[in-house]
């Protein structure tokens, strides 16, 4: 069966610190990867999406970066958090055209 | 302009009654549609997926799909205290590797 792993869960950073999360799945081979960003009662924003190794799409212009160093490993980067980088993170995998799965979600707090 | 739209509530049905959930999307070439369950806190569940017209039962769920009309909505049958919770509804298009999703509708049943 397919699983997708998320880690840490919840992350306290201040603001300037680097920022590092990470995003595996097991179970499936050559998935789309997803990262999104859920704000407090707001909907989901995608941030980036891959579709292979080292192939990184970005939707959102900030100071966020994304790598795939493995063909099922996703990592989300920031040199400097903002404190407007606090949120609920998701990892996704999915086919194209057929349905996302998600991680348990990182809670990110920057003070 | 919003790719997909939902009321975002929050409406309450009580115990047993019939939750009736509506998402209308923008982009005439869609072609997958999701709905996920998101629990306080919790990261997305998808909870059905649909891709042709008329209506697709699981449970006491059921997904219905109008291309022509661009909506897709999702019934709750019998529902239960433990439905209580946001509902996204997630639109695939063609040419695309993404997903665009509504901002949720909450949903709270009454013992």
């Known amino acids: 069966s397919q699983t997708i792993h998320q880690w840490p869960a919840t992350l306290v950073q201040p603001v300037g610190s680097p920022l590092s999360l990470e995003c595996t799945v097991e179970g499936t081979s050559n998935p789309n990867l997803y990262w999104y960003r859920q704000a407090a009662g707001r909907g989901l924003q995608l941030l980036f999406y891959?579709?292979?190794?080292?192939?990184i799409s970005s939707e959102v212009p900030q100071n966020l970066s994304a790598s795939r160093p493995q063909d099922r490993q996703f990592i989300l980067s920031s040199k400097k958090l903002l404190l407007s980088d606090s949120g609920f993170y998701l990892c996704a995998f999915g086919r194209v055209s057929y349905e996302q799965y998600f991680g348990p979600g990182t809670r990110l707090t920057v003070t | 302009q919003k790719e997909v739209e939902q009321n975002s509530g929050p409406l309450s049905v009580p115990e047993g009654a019939i939750a009736s959930l509506n998402c209308t999307y923008s982009?005439?070439?869609?072609?997958?549609f999701f709905w996920y369950r998101q629990y306080s806190g919790k990261s997305p569940e998808l909870i059905m997926s649909?891709?042709?017209?008329g209506d697709k039962e699981d449970g006491r769920f059921t997904a219905q799909l109008n291309k022509a009309s661009q909506y897709v909505s999702l019934l709750i049958r019998d529902s239960q205290p433990s439905d209580s919770a946001t509902y996204l509804c997630a639109v695939n298009i063609y040419t695309g590797n993404q997903f665009y999703f509504g901002t949720g509708t909450s949903l709270t049943v009454i013992p």
């Open positions: 891959s579709v292979g190794i080292g192939q």
């Open positions: 982009d005439r070439v869609s072609q997958s």
């Open positions: 649909i891709y042709s017209n």
